[in-house]
């Protein structure tokens, strides 16, 4: 079993930047892995996610050329880099890890998950 803690989150304004971190207990180099967000009254959607080794990344189509994910796995940590944020951004993010090695868009195919860490962008 991996537990996930998310870090990084906070309150900055529109055109600022923040990197959130995903601190794992296990090992991870096997996995795929991926950020969500979910605002209030909203379902849960992908942000951006990448596969066992790195190599393969997809985003949110609004987050494109603005947000990057890495992963570090002998680190054992994710990372979001979140760069021009806008308000639309503003929400809870979580990390996730699934078992398979290749990325899904879909919340239902992640097994692990963080606590969440919030990030609101001011206009």
């Known amino acids: 079993q991996v537990q996930l803690v998310e870090s990084g989150g906070g309150y900055v304004q529109a055109g600022g930047s923040l990197r959130l971190s995903c601190a794992a207990s296990?090992?991870?180099?096997?996995?795929?892995m991926g950020w969500f967000r979910q605002a209030p009254g909203k379902d849960r959607e992908v942000v951006a996610t990448?596969?066992?080794?790195?190599?393969?990344?997809s985003y949110k189509d609004s987050v494109k050329g603005r947000f990057t994910i890495s992963k570090s796995n002998t680190k054992r940590t994710l990372w979001l880099q979140m760069n021009n944020l806008k308000p639309e951004d503003t929400a809870e993010y979580y990390c996730?890890?699934?078992?398979?090695?290749?990325?899904?868009?879909?919340?239902?195919?992640?097994?692990?998950w963080g606590q969440g860490t919030q990030v609101t962008v001011s206009s």
């Open positions: 996730a890890s699934r078992y398979h090695s290749n990325i899904s868009p879909d919340p239902n195919g992640y097994a692990y």
């Open positions: 296990g090992r991870i180099s096997n996995y795929a």
């Open positions: 990448i596969n066992y080794s790195g190599a393969m990344t």
